[in-house]
């Protein structure tokens, strides 16, 4: 646990912020800055895209809906970069609950889209518009009614809470339910993309020693490694979040003064970068 004293984190009247704080706070609008000027670019283009080509397959009404979840996303970004550049939340309690919500949700379904993706690919079938339409649905169905509601219920309830400062929920954190709630996130994500990532490797393997040394030229191996690259945005944007969260509930912050919140916060950060997905789409479809 990061050892800092109150009074090195205590903002001044003159409404300036420690070095240190400032420096993370810096790293947040940068990280947020990137995602959504990046993932609006992203999105646009490859709506202009998908719009020109109107093709109705699995795979796109999938995009549509990764589409869709980082759009949600990226709306709240302007209110995190307000809240990291004036030190001081404007917006409401609710509405910081709201968007702290927001990011786990985009989180997780964005994750289940990647790996539907990936097994679908790895299946090698065409699955049936109707049966992908109505999991999409269940998804955005439990997630937006069931979750995040919880989230709203459970999370910033305690009324020691200062609520100029947000996204910091330490002490509902410390619940027994929620303790195992991240746990068992954090070991079916690590878990999924373990297995997912030995099968993926195997098949990319057996397609290079079949296809060798024209692989490039073949559909089926450049399909399979376009799932392998949701495999690293999963491994480079989600994993690191979920391994530092250990670190974060078995070390939880005692006061509101203490950085540890904004390490938290720029690993959570970094899930968001995930929005890039669609700038890589088009280099694909480019290529």
Same mark, same amino acid.
């Given at each position: 646990?990061?050892?800092? =004293?109150?009074?090195?984190h205590? %903002?001044?009247s003159?409404?300036?912020?420690?070095?240190? !704080?400032?420096?993370?706070? &810096?790293?947040?609008i940068?990280?947020?800055?990137?995602?959504?000027?990046?993932?609006?670019?992203?999105?646009?283009?490859?709506s202009?895209?998908?719009f020109?080509?109107?093709?109705?397959?699995?795979?796109?009404?999938?995009? %549509?809906?990764?589409?869709?979840?980082?759009?949600? $996303?990226? !709306?709240?970004?302007?209110?995190?970069? +307000?809240?990291?550049? @004036?030190?001081?939340?404007?917006?409401?309690?609710?509405?910081c609950?709201?968007?702290s919500a927001?990011?786990?949700? #985009?989180?997780?379904?964005?994750?289940?889209?990647?790996?539907?993706?990936?097994?679908?690919?790895? $299946?090698?079938?065409?699955?049936?518009?109707c049966y992908?339409?109505?999991?999409?649905?269940?998804?955005?169905?439990?997630?937006? @009614?069931?979750?995040?509601?919880?989230?709203?219920?459970?999370?910033?309830? =305690?009324?020691?809470?200062?609520?100029?400062k947000?996204?910091?929920?330490?002490?509902d954190?410390?619940?027994?339910?929620?303790?195992?709630?991240?746990?068992?996130?954090?070991?079916?994500?690590? +878990?999924t993309?373990?297995? &997912?990532?030995? %099968?993926? !490797?195997?098949v990319?393997?057996? &397609?290079?020693?079949?296809?060798?040394p024209?692989?490039?030229? #073949?559909?089926?191996?450049?399909?399979?490694?376009?799932?392998?690259?949701?495999? $690293?945005?999963?491994?480079?944007?989600?994993?690191? #979040?979920?391994?530092?969260?250990?670190?974060?509930?078995?070390?939880?912050?005692?006061?509101?003064?203490n950085?540890?919140?904004?390490?938290?916060?720029?690993? !959570?950060?970094?899930t968001?970068?995930?929005? $890039?997905?669609? @700038?890589?789409?088009? +280099?694909?479809?480019?290529?």
């Open positions: 646990m990061f050892n800092t =004293s109150s009074a090195q205590t %903002i001044p003159n409404g300036t912020l420690p070095q240190n !704080l400032e420096r993370l706070h &810096l790293i947040l940068g990280l947020y800055s990137v995602t959504m000027a990046g993932g609006i670019v992203g999105i646009i283009v490859m202009r895209h998908l020109q080509r109107n093709i109705q397959t699995v795979m796109t009404i999938i995009i %549509i809906n990764l589409m869709a979840v980082h759009s949600i $996303l990226l !709306l709240s970004l302007p209110f995190r970069l +307000a809240y990291y550049i @004036l030190s001081e939340w404007k917006f409401g309690w609710l509405t609950k709201m968007f927001m990011i786990y949700a #985009h989180m997780y379904i964005t994750f289940i889209f990647y790996v539907a993706i990936i097994i679908i690919r790895l $299946l090698r079938q065409e699955f049936k518009r992908t339409t109505t999991w999409i649905a269940a998804v955005w169905f439990v997630m937006i @009614l069931v979750i995040s509601p919880i989230f709203l219920s459970y999370y910033g309830i =305690s009324k020691s809470y200062n609520h100029s947000c996204f910091q929920f330490h002490r954190i410390q619940e027994q339910g929620m303790v195992i709630a991240n746990y068992s996130l954090i070991g079916i994500m690590v +878990a993309v373990s297995a &997912l990532s030995i %099968i993926q !490797l195997a990319i393997f057996q &397609l290079v020693m079949k296809y060798w024209d692989m490039n030229s #073949h559909v089926e191996f450049r399909a399979q490694m376009k799932s392998f690259f949701f495999i $690293l945005v999963i491994v480079v944007c989600f994993i690191p #979040h979920h391994v530092f969260r250990i670190y974060y509930i078995q070390n939880f912050p005692a006061d509101d003064d950085n540890l919140f904004l390490y938290n916060e720029i690993f !959570l950060a970094f968001a970068l995930c929005c $890039l997905d669609m @700038l890589c789409f088009i +280099a694909g479809i480019a290529h």
